[in-house]
């Protein structure tokens, strides 16, 4: 990091302590998982926002509340952006993939639970986070059982609003959830200060379709052999859209995907020719979680899409951008979010039908299902994921693994194995 | 046309040099505290300059010294199981610190494999402590006695540490500690038929690995399957003779 920010993060209140010991975690990995990666594109801009993510970034948010803005953190894909935006908050996604603060978080959670959950909580009581501690508020929801009980237990220590995601997606479901998002839009002014209005509304919904619609041309150049950007640095991508300054994210993806373009006319590709193409999919990978992808690309394969919340379940499908009222646009906005095919759903048959036209249209030649531990909606969902793929003779191997270490020499077996299996 | 293979697991390194149809040269040795440095003693004291590919968990660190090529142990084990038995469905391996189950097709080829996870249970290790837990000074002797254990006794934890207190329990309540071997073995046996069971079972089943050394192990297989169980000679070289094996295609291929 370039500046000196110590007084800023004391000023926001992190442990200093425990924060210099994150600190001296992440850049190592960073550069060996990244910076050795062979004919990168130019990422310039990305390597350096993630060497800045407790530097500038935060100096932004600090200067955006200095000004009276707001700042907002979630956890999950179903919280509407835009109606934070439209309020002039910023949406900022917590990441949650590292394990720290266990110790912490243990005293007030069950040892054997989701990583992604323990780790929030250990951001949160360790006191660590800068983005967390900038928030006002965070947004839970009630997806799977261990986020919405332990969402109670947050609330102790920074409020939080609870979305009601439904279970299932039958009209009266839809209809539960645009209740929902008509209070989320209540809860988002009252924290605010500031009435959302159909013009607020209506721009933030282009800025937020622009940033999805720069990823989508991301993820479509990906269909390319050989494939001009790894899975790693798109991994990374998709992680810093939940967080990043949204339009000059989307200015900066947009410049990528030219010089993308240019590599594709070019035939110009990140790996050896003939490398198998794979398309993970299963729990999200927060920041800086990149262990199973740094283990399958190392392994001579290319991710050439990632069927996650840190991926397409983050910005596929649109806001339609035409709209009569604000009404309308919360219908339009809730009803975009409804189609997300997240595990927590019963049942979830829409992600089944996507990894097989994902399998056909990015020629995937297997798909590796990555569920973190304890995750009981993903590694269930899993059998009826194993189901469909071996009906179309989609070779798919399966993983269950969290943020330690140990294991990466068992994963990198299964992982080499199941690649000469189907090279 | 000779080709060496190196099959570097976490208990034991075996070599195999072969040249397609008789194995011309094999060794199996302790791993020790050094793997990388031992496989490549083993390497460079080949009597001849063969291409060496290696597999098992030490491979990539042969990969930067001697091995011209790596595979992992599931790709070798199919290899050297499918030469040994040809039309053999399913390979069980118990090494030293990890089970594998390989389901073959018709030409040999992985079809489908499951590995246990990253703990002891269920592996040679397992077997090894239990054998210190119960005073025995060899695995060999642990096998044997264990052999003619009675049935009846069971140990109900998987995990080498709890299981290894209940063994001892059972000391301790007078138990003969030949039945509760037999219950150990038969744990193993559990284990691996779980696995077996993920990927299918077709026969006829190969077993390899240290524990197929075992007459204990191999004798609660029969009974578990119920089905044909083929054991090579040397059970410990299959992996590197698969890998060996796979040397020679990488030559026809240039
Ligand atoms: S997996 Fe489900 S609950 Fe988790 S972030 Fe995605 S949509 Fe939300
Ligand atoms: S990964 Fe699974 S268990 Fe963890 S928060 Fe997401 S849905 Fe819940």
């Known amino acids: 990091m370039s500046g000196d920010y110590r007084k800023m993060w004391e000023s926001i209140g992190l442990d200093l302590e425990a924060h210099d010991r994150l600190l001296q975690a992440l850049p190592p990995a960073y550069g060996e998982v990244y910076l050795t990666q062979e ?89 660590v986070c800068p983005y967390f501690e900038s928030c006002d508020m965070v947004v839970g929801e009630t997806t799977c059982d261990g986020k919405k009980k332990a969402f109670e237990i947050l609330n102790d220590y920074v409020p939080v609003h609870v979305l009601e995601v439904p279970q299932m997606k039958r009209e009266k479901d839809r209809l539960l959830w645009r209740g ?42 990906r269909k390319n052999s050989p494939a001009p950007i790894s899975g790693k640095d798109s991994l990374l991508i998709e992680q810093i859209a939940m967080y990043d300054d949204v339009e000059r994210f989307t200015l900066k993806v947009n410049q990528l995907c030219d010089e993308l373009e240019k590599r594709v006319r070019e035939g110009v590709g990140v790996h050896r020719p003939g490398a198998p193409r794979i398309i993970v999919t299963g729990t999200p990978m927060a920041i800086p979680n990149w262990k199973v992808p740094h283990i399958i690309e190392g ?43 997240c595990a927590c759903f019963t049942p979830n048959t829409g992600r089944m039908e996507k990894l ?50 140990e294991d990466v020499g068992q994963l990198r077996t299964r992982i080499e194995a199941f690649l000469e299996m189907i090279g | 046309m000779l080709s060496a293979g190196i099959d570097i697991g976490s208990r034991t390194i075996a070599l195999v040099v072969t040249d397609g149809k008789e194995i011309v040269q094999s060794a199996v040795v302790d791993t020790g505290f ?30 930067n010294g001697f091995a011209g090529h790596v595979i992992t142990e599931i790709k070798a084990h199919a290899l050297g199981a499918g030469r040994l038995f040809p039309g053999a469905g399913t390979v069980l391996d118990i090494g030293g610190q990890d089970m594998k189950v390989i389901l073959l097709d018709a030409k040999g080829n992985v079809e489908d494999f499951q590995m246990n996870d990253k703990c002891a249970a269920g592996t040679g290790k397992f077997l090894e402590v239990m054998a210190g837990a119960l005073g025995y000074g060899s695995v060999e002797d642990f096998g044997r006695d264990s052999l003619t254990g009675a049935p009846g006794t069971r140990i109900s934890s998987m995990c080498t540490v709890f299981a290894e207190s209940e063994a001892v329990s059972l000391v301790h309540r ?7 071997g037999r219950a150990l073995h038969a744990s193993v046996i559990e284990r691996a038929f779980g696995l077996i069971q993920r990927v299918g079972c077709a026969a006829p089943l190969v077993f390899t690995g240290g524990a197929a050394l075992n007459p204990c192990v191999v004798q609660l297989l029969r ?11 040397d059970p410990q070289l299959v992996g590197a003779l698969g890998a060996a094996l796979s040397g020679l295609e990488n030559k026809n291929q240039q």
């Not at chain 1, 934070?84 to 054997?112: D, N």
């Not at chain 1, 809860?187 to 721009?203: D, I, K, Y």
């Not at chain 1, 499908?317 to 975009?336: F, K, W, Y």
């Not at chain 2, 007078?174 to 509760?180: C, F, L, P």
């Open chain 1, 39 to 127: 004919n990168r594109p130019a990422m310039d801009y990305f390597d350096f926002v993630v060497n800045e993510i407790h530097g500038l970034r935060i100096q932004e948010l600090q200067e955006h509340k200095a000004r009276g803005g707001k700042v907002i953190g979630t956890f999950c894909v179903f919280v509407p952006e835009e109606i934070i935006r439209a309020a002039g908050g910023i949406c900022i996604g917590l990441c949650s993939g590292i394990e720290i603060g266990s110790a912490q978080a243990e005293k007030v959670l069950p040892r054997s639970i989701c990583p992604l959950i323990k780790s929030f909580m250990g951001f949160k009581l360790a006191r």
């Open chain 1, 180 to 221: 929902e998002v008509g209070d989320f839009l209540a809860g988002v002014e009252e924290v605010t200060g500031n009435r959302v209005t159909a013009e607020s509304l209506a721009r933030s919904v282009r800025e937020v379709n622009g940033k999805r619609r720069a990823l989508a041309r991301l993820a479509g150049l």
């Open chain 1, 299 to 341: 392994s001579g394969a290319v991710i050439v899409a990632e069927e996650l919340c840190t991926g397409l379940r983050y910005f596929e499908n649109t806001v339609p951008e035409e709209s009569e009222s604000m009404e309308q646009s919360l219908g339009t906005i809730a009803d975009r979010y409804m189609n997300i095919n």
């Open chain 1, 356 to 405: 097989v036209q994902l399998a056909e249209e990015y020629n995937a030649d297997g798909i590796i299902h990555c569920s973190l531990s304890f995750c009981d909606p993903y590694m269930i969902e899993a059998n009826r994921v194993e189901k469909m793929l071996k009906e179309k003779g989609i070779p798919m191997l399966k993983i269950e693994t969290d943020y330690g270490q």
């Open chain 2, 34 to 63: 050094d793997p990388a440095k031992k496989a490549a003693e083993m390497a460079a004291g080949l009597t001849q300059a063969v291409p060496v590919t290696a597999t098992g968990y030490g491979r990539h660190s042969a990969k």
């Open chain 2, 174 to 180: 007078g138990t003969d500690r030949r039945d509760i």
């Open chain 2, 223 to 233: 009974e578990r399957i119920k089905g044909p169980v083929l054991i090579p000679g």
